[in-house]
């Protein structure tokens, strides 16, 4: 689909690595907070192509797991939002 790793919480899809960068699920709510800190969206098809719902996340974050865990909580809370597909 996007040629990373995608890193799941049970069996919800919150976040992806492609390209050693961590990407977390966002939606209207949690936007801003990525764009405040200067992230921008997951591009699988380079600059001209479209984007996905996830953003990179701040370094930062990695390096500390208690500024980290309310980042990955929101990230599954959205991917538990979203509806499920149907099969056909």
């Not at 919480?9 to 801003?32: H, M, N």
């Not at 699988?44 to 974050?61: A, K, N």
Request: no cysteine.
């Amino acid at each position: 689909m996007f040629g990373g790793v995608g890193i799941y919480s049970g069996d919800l899809f919150f976040a992806l690595i492609a390209d050693d960068t961590l990407y977390f699920k966002v939606d209207d709510s949690t936007r801003p907070d990525f764009v405040a800190r200067g992230m921008g969206p997951f591009r699988p098809f380079g600059d001209d192509g479209g984007t996905m719902q996830y953003y990179q996340l701040p370094e930062d974050l990695l390096e500390d797991p208690d500024a980290l865990r309310p980042w990955a909580e929101k990230a599954v809370a959205i991917a538990r939002a979203k509806p499920k597909r149907r099969s056909k």
